[in-house]
């Protein structure tokens, strides 16, 4: 079970943090990622963090800006996200999967666990 939370309302230029709790199971072997999908458009990609090795993805338009991370201690997955564009506006969802294939990652179809989502609003 995944339980997403920091959403919020903020102004461009503006940072927040976003959480991800995972329960039930470990997260060893796993990929979390980071999707968002604003009204009428598809879900779409934003960072992915491999748990094992770190290794992190990113959609091109949030590199330099959001920083996805993880706490093995807490099992949690965290997504830092500064300089906040109007653009950014979506309800982030937090998703999971094991032994994920490295192509597969910025897939959402390819992740079987989700987050409820968390709206982001940033006002310009």
């Known amino acids: 079970q995944l339980q997403a939370c920091g959403g919020g309302l903020v102004q461009t230029g503006g940072s927040l943090r976003l959480s991800c709790a995972a329960s039930e199971r470990t997260l060893r072997n796993s990929v979390m990622g980071w999707f968002r999908q604003a009204p009428g458009q598809e879900r779409e990609f934003v960072a992915a963090i491999k748990w094992n090795s770190g290794h992190t993805f990113y959609k091109d338009s949030v590199k330099g800006r959001f920083t996805i991370s993880r706490d093995n201690a807490k099992n949690t997955v965290s997504l830092q996200m500064n300089s906040l564009k109007p653009e950014d506006t979506a309800v982030y969802y937090c998703?999971?999967?094991?032994?994920?294939?490295?192509?597969?990652?910025?897939?959402?179809?390819?992740?079987?666990?989700w987050g409820q989502g968390t709206q982001v609003t940033v006002s310009s």
């Open positions: 998703a999971a999967d094991w032994n994920m294939i490295q192509s597969s990652i910025p897939t959402a179809r390819m992740y079987n666990y």
